[in-house]
Nanobody
Framework: QVQLVESGGGLVQPGGSLRLSCAASGSIFRINAMGWYRQAPGKQRELVAVITSSDSTDYADSVKGRFTISRDNAKNTVYVQMNSLKPEDTAVYYC??????????????WGRGTQVTVPS
């Protein structure tokens, strides 16, 4: 079993910053890509940012220049630093990891989500 747990969400004023963390634990041999998605009320889940095992990154156009994804492989943790937050960033943020398990298979695991609210 593999678990991912997000933390760091909350209420922040426009222009403010938040840092989300997501720690993976369990039967992990290696984690390949890790990333963040978000889902706003009434909208589909969308990719926010992704980071590969070689630290290549990619971002949604809507967050480029404002969000920075990073990871700590020793801690099996992925972060996203969110600056210059806007009301349209309000959503539940979910992390995921493409995990190679100690049982020898790879699967994508998800966290349960953390709420980020930026009031208008």
């Amino acid at each position: 079993q593999v678990q991912l747990v997000e933390s760091g969400g909350g209420l922040v004023q426009p222009g403010g910053s938040l840092r989300l963390s997501c720690a993976a634990s369990g039967s992990i041999f290696r984690i390949n890509a890790m990333g963040w998605y978000r889902q706003a009320p009434g909208k589909q889940r969308e990719l926010v940012a992704v980071i590969t095992s070689s630290d290549s990154t990619d971002y949604a156009d809507s967050v480029k220049g404002r969000f920075t994804i990073s990871r700590d492989n020793a801690k099996n943790t992925v972060y996203v630093q969110m600056n210059s937050l806007k009301p349209e960033d309000t959503a539940v943020y979910y992390c995921y990891g493409a995990v190679q398990t100690t049982q020898g298979y790879e699967a994508r695991y998800w966290g349960r989500g953390t709420q980020v609210t930026v009031p208008s």
